[in-house]
């Protein structure tokens, strides 16, 4: 089974900074996804990448596939991006069954 | 607009009640996956549906079973709730190729009494 640690935990910054928020594996994988849970359960899929970098508006995820780590930033940080940011990996190359890290709970000050 | 619907929000049962628990969804999608979140242990897969009739179990399937007669509705049961099933539940579904995007319903925070 694939091991996934995200840190921080808990993240609380002002409105306007830059995040960071990290998510480490065990086992080589094909694709890793970054999900967005905001308060009242829904989770929403912001990006499955497999190497490189991939950009969503103020949202960027990179992966380093040789040392087995994904970063999520948040560029010009906004109350609204208040929520709790899990990663997600396959145990192994190419199968769907997830294991997903504990989560990130960020909270945006105004 | 992509939908997976849960057919409830909140649900209240009692000890050694049968739970059924729904899920649809609109996109033909080949995979649908059964999820319990609890705090401090993220999301773990109950079930998973890779076809009409096909489950697989995942990393917690004691206590819980499941049906897909229909591609777009995959169903969670719970034969005779415990207290320790009390969680939220969240159903998803993806694409068949590998690596596909996940799509979440809005989950059912179900208690047991």
């Known amino acids: 089974k694939n091991e996934v640690e995200q840190s921080p935990q808990n993240l609380t910054a002002q409105e306007g900074e830059f995040i960071t928020i990290n998510c480490s594996y065990s086992?080589?994988?094909?694709?890793l996804h970054w999900l967005q849970q905001h308060p009242g359960g829904g989770i929403v899929s912001l990006f499955m990448?497999?190497?490189g970098k991939k950009k969503h508006g103020r949202l960027i995820a990179t992966i380093n596939i040789q040392e087995k780590h994904s970063s999520l930033h948040i560029t010009a940080s906004h109350p609204r991006d208040s929520a709790v940011y899990i990663c997600?990996?396959?145990?192994?190359?190419?199968?769907?069954?997830?294991?997903f890290g504990t989560g990130t709970r960020l909270t945006i000050i105004p | 607009d992509v939908k997976v619907t849960q057919s409830s929000r909140y649900l209240v049962k009692r000890t050694g009640e049968k739970v059924f628990l729904e899920c649809v969804q609109d996109m033909d999608h080949e995979n649908m996956f059964w999820y319990r979140q609890d705090p401090g242990l993220g999301l773990r897969l109950i079930y998973f549906?890779?076809?009409?009739?096909?489950?697989e179990k995942g990393d917690i399937p004691e206590g819980y079973s499941v049906s897909r007669e229909k591609k777009e509705r995959f169903s969670l049961i719970l034969e005779s709730a415990s207290t320790n099933q009390t969680s939220m539940y969240l159903c998803?579904?993806?694409?068949?190729?590998?690596?596909?995007?996940?799509?979440f319903g809005s989950g059912t925070q179900l208690s047991v009494l």
């Open positions: 998803a579904s993806s694409g068949g190729g590998q690596g596909e995007k996940l799509f």
């Open positions: 990448l497999s190497s």
């Open positions: 086992v080589g994988i094909s694709a």
């Open positions: 997600a990996v396959p145990p192994n190359f190419g199968n769907e069954k997830l294991t």
């Open positions: 549906s890779y076809d009409v009739k096909m489950k």
